[in-house]
């Protein structure tokens, strides 16, 4: 059957957790799991159902196959970044409780510094294919398909980070015309964070 691309709703919070989460990898556990993957996709399914926020059903483009949920693709403009973190920041409490919190702005103080997007760019803040549809191409269409999106804003960059070690991810990018521009090493912070840094890598179009 065709492909068919569409806007997620709220009723897509599970699978969308579910890869979302696998697009942050131990980095994500670590991070907004705080150690715990449970938590994590307990955290990215509030966030998801709710509107305005970075994991936002709002910002999100199913892949549909056979009537199935196959990828998705979480983005938008980097002029609208600080206001969709400032919506997650709303939820911290709710999801993470006092002592979580306390930790959650202590490893995000760790992270500080770190621009993802620019206002003139356009932000593919997460790109997921579930594990039974890979190689059928969904990530290329989705890839295009945030093309489309940034040009119809009028934006001419493509804009992604990618973990250093996600070899595979890398050379996805690689081909469809992105270039690294800059390295993120988390050196000593490295077991903090479950990973060793992260390329931004970005596209002109």
Known sequence: MTLILRPATK??????????AETNGEFGVAVLGL???????????QWFVDAGNRFSFQC??????NGIAAGLLLAFQGSELAALEFGCARRIFSIYGLFGTIKMIWLNKSLAGNKEAEKGEYLIAHLAVDEHFRRQGIAQVL?????????????S??????EIPNQKAIALYRK????????????????RFKSPGFYKMLKNL
Do not use: C, H, P, W
Request: hydrophobic residues 55%.
């Open 11 to 20: 009723e897509d919070a599970a699978i969308a957790s579910v890869l979302l």
């Open 35 to 45: 150690g715990r993957l449970d938590l994590q996709l307990s955290a990215l399914k």
């Open 60 to 65: 999100t483009t199913i892949a549909e196959k």
């Open 143 to 155: 890839l295009e398909r945030a093309e489309m999106d940034a040009l119809s804003l009028g934006l």
């Open 157 to 162: 960059k493509l804009v992604l980070e990618v």
């Open 176 to 191: 469809a015309g992105f270039e690294v521009i800059n390295t993120v090493y988390f050196k000593d912070k490295m077991a």
